[in-house]
């Protein structure tokens, strides 16, 4: 390159960057020739910047290493303050979502050949020798590491090439020295499938090797397979559950697995070759044994055959916590009903199968599990219906119900002094409906919604009644030919109510209505006045009740929520919702988070997350975490749940094949359960 000149290095689309790359990781090797100066790196639709990449010296090779964004037409520009021959190695690239998050690492030294550090000796010319980037598996490096490299004390000038071990040898150097300079550079190199990197030196010299960063997940374990099946979730080092859905007789299985260096991998209960003979159920221990006598262990489980076939793909990794779902609601290939736990990657690691679908699956405060049957065709209508409360171990602790009203299935909260709000489809006849539109009459059933609060010796200590507070033409599900009618009675489904929710500060209760297409704040100040009355509205038409809020939508480009589902409210005050846009072919469903400013009335839309399915007939949810990050159950439409983080990124996406309906996705915390409490109650 001339002086003071500029190079456009088209890169992606070329060898194994995809066109679609938006950068990359490089190696710059300048040769120089009469004067010292600098190069500097940048994508080509930008100034060059007033920063150098490297500097050199006259008459010497210098490589160094860098991360850049690429430019116009997917090019990377380099500038040369003087004349000098440039070399440009492409180590990495990114762009997609298929890649590794980096670790950063407190500098380890693994290497350092002048006090024995990892190597006894130089690096003679000619000589390829292998390190360990893990330490013995006691440093957390994934599949790939991010090295500072220095030679020293070399014999002649020269260079170092790093590569996998077990792969060829590329052309490429990654550090130039020459005789009497110490010279470094950094790297992100690969490791081998033993775990090694290789270095080949091509004269004799010292070398230092310090470890800053890790790309992808460490782990004891490299790699694990069982011959003839596809693990689930797919391998990653620190997963350390996965399921195989076995036959209903039984199967034999051989496991191979790889540790880090050092280490020993042994499967209990097997064969020297690994095989062992499973049944439904059955947990299967991989032992990992450290170089230092240390152990980790890994799990798969033979799944039953009528287990869920879930379909885990996992982008980044979610703040680590607990899936818990209920499968099997809508299923299409026979598989079974169960109420699963997943953990942060998406492994089974409890379950419990159910006689017939259920939902609304959840932890209790005390630690117990709750789930209910489907317990009427769109509400609840069995006489005898109630939630169950579960141990970890599957066993019935209790039951739940309203009282002298019919135990409705969509929700139940407990609350902190162990009492629960329930809810309740409760029958009134002679009702006057004409006001809803023409196939309407002034002479019908309907039902309303019905919230108790019950203690656990089932008295009734607070109560609410729509009927008294929503008036008939809130009702606004029928405007866009939803059919609001209960099958074969043909009485008048009011309002559907569908969640609560109480708010810690004040007792209020955050309800969802999905037939008046609305959401609201319902005073719950027992023995005071005003209680039970509503404070506010957010979406639907005017509220009947004098002295309630309609809240005016600010910044929604649907201007509302239709037929809504799983209404919460945050710390902050802010209420997230899933909106099934049941009805309404232009819009897609999508999860939703408002902030009510209760002064000024208004609900300000903050974010919205939208399906890509288009809208959802029925059911859904949507839960903020603390991280940042949204939990969304679809509803009826694909996928069954997805993660997405802070910026907008999927971050795990678990769909049931080949069809499967969610109802409701609760992520509780990693302290929440004990994985080893969790899969030792399944077995």
């Not at 902050?572 to 999860?591: H, K, M, Q, W, Y």
């Amino acid at each position: 390159m001339p002086a003071e000149s500029q190079l456009i290095i088209p890169i992606a689309g070329t060898g194994q960057v995809p066109a679609g790359a938006s950068g990359v990781a490089v190696n710059i090797t300048v040769v120089s020739l009469a004067q010292a100066g600098f190069v500097t790196a940048y994508p080509c639709n930008v100034p060059i910047p007033n920063t150098s990449s490297g500097n050199f010296l006259a008459a010497t090779t210098r490589a160094t290493s860098g991360l850049f964004a690429l430019g116009l037409n997917g090019s990377l520009c380099i500038y040369s303050s003087q004349t000098a021959d440039i070399i440009v190695d492409v180590t990495g690239w990114f762009g997609d979502t298929t890649g590794a998050r980096l670790t950063p690492i407190v500098g380890t030294r693994v290497v350092d050949s002048r006090n024995g550090t990892g190597w006894s000796n130089a690096l003679a010319a000619g000589e390829t020798r292998p390190f360990d980037p893990t330490l013995g598996g006691t440093l957390a490096v994934g599949s790939t590491a991010v090295i500072d490299v220095v030679a020293t004390g070399a014999t002649d000038s020269g260079y170092l090439t790093f590569f996998p071990c077990g792969t060829p040898m590329p052309e490429t150097s990654s550090l130039n020295f020459s005789i009497g300079v110490d010279s470094t550079n950094s790297a992100i190199i690969a490791s081998g499938s033993d775990g090694t990197i290789c270095v080949f030196a091509n004269v004799e010299t010292q070398v230092v090797i310090d470890v800053m960063g890790s790309l992808g997940a460490p782990g004891a374990l490299r790699s694990l397979s069982v011959s003839g099946h596809q693990l689930n979730p797919t391998f990653e080092p620190d997963g350390h559950d996965y399921g195989i859905i076995c036959s209903a007789t039984g199967e034999t299985w051989t496991i191979q697995g790889q540790g880090v260096p050092g280490s020993s991998v042994s499967v209990v209960g097997a064969d020297p070759s690994g095989t062992i003979s499973v049944v439904e159920n059955q947990l299967i221990t991989v032992t990992v044994t450290l170089a230092s006598g240390a152990t980790d262990s890994y799990f798969i489980r033979c799944l039953p055959h009528d287990f869920s076939n879930l379909n885990v793909t996992r982008n980044d990794d979610p703040t680590p916590g607990w899936y818990m779902i209920s499968t099997g609601f809508g299923a299409s290939d026979g598989s079974g009903t169960w109420t699963v736990i997943l953990d942060s990657h998406g492994a089974v690691v409890w379950y419990h199968q159910t006689s017939q679908p259920v939902i609304d699956f959840k932890r209790l405060p005390n630690g117990n599990l709750a789930w209910v049957n489907i317990l009427g065709a769109t509400f609840g209508t069995n006489p005898t219906g109630a939630y169950e409360e579960h141990a970890v171990n599957g066993s019935l602790v209790r039951t739940w119900s309203t009282i002298d009203t019919t135990t409705d299935h969509h929700d139940m909260k407990m609350l902190a002094n162990g009492n629960v709000m329930m809810l309740s489809y409760h029958q009134r006849t002679g009702i006057d409906v004409s006001a809803l539109g023409a196939d309407f009459t002034n002479s019908e059933t309907v039902f309303d919604a019905w919230i108790q609060e019950i203690t656990p010796v089932g008295a009734v200590v607070w109560e609410w009644h729509s009927e008294d507070h929503i008036g008939i033409s809130e009702t606004t599900a029928q405007l866009d030919g939803v059919n609001i009618r209960v099958a074969v009675s043909g009485a008048v489904d009011l309002v559907h109510i569908n969640s609560v929710d109480v708010d810690p500060t004040t007792g209020d209760l955050i309800v969802s209505m999905r037939h008046t297409d609305a959401t609201y704040r319902i005073r719950r100040s027992p023995a005071l006045a005003g209680d039970g009355s509503i404070i506010w509205k957010l979406s639907g038409n005017a509220p009947t009740e004098v002295g309630a809020q309609h809240l005016t939508l600010v910044g929604d480009p649907y201007g509302g929520t239709r037929r809504q589902h799983d209404a919460r409210i945050l710390p902050n005050g802010n209420i997230t919702i899933f909106d099934d846009e049941s009805g309404r072919t232009a819009e897609t469903a999508r999860a939703v988070e408002y902030a009510i400013n209760n002064n000024a009335g208004t609900a300000t839309m903050v974010r919205e997350w939208r399906s890509q399915s288009g809208p959802s007939a029925a059911m859904g949810g949507t839960r903020r975490q603390s991280d940042g990050s949204i939990v969304i159950c679809w509803g009826s439409s694909p996928p069954l749940f997805t993660e997405i983080d802070p910026f907008g990124s999927i971050l795990l996406n678990v769909e049931q094949l080949p069809t499967g309906a969610g109802y409701r996705i609760v992520k509780e915390p990693l302290t929440s359960f004990n994985a080893a409490t969790l899969r030792a109650a399944v077995s």
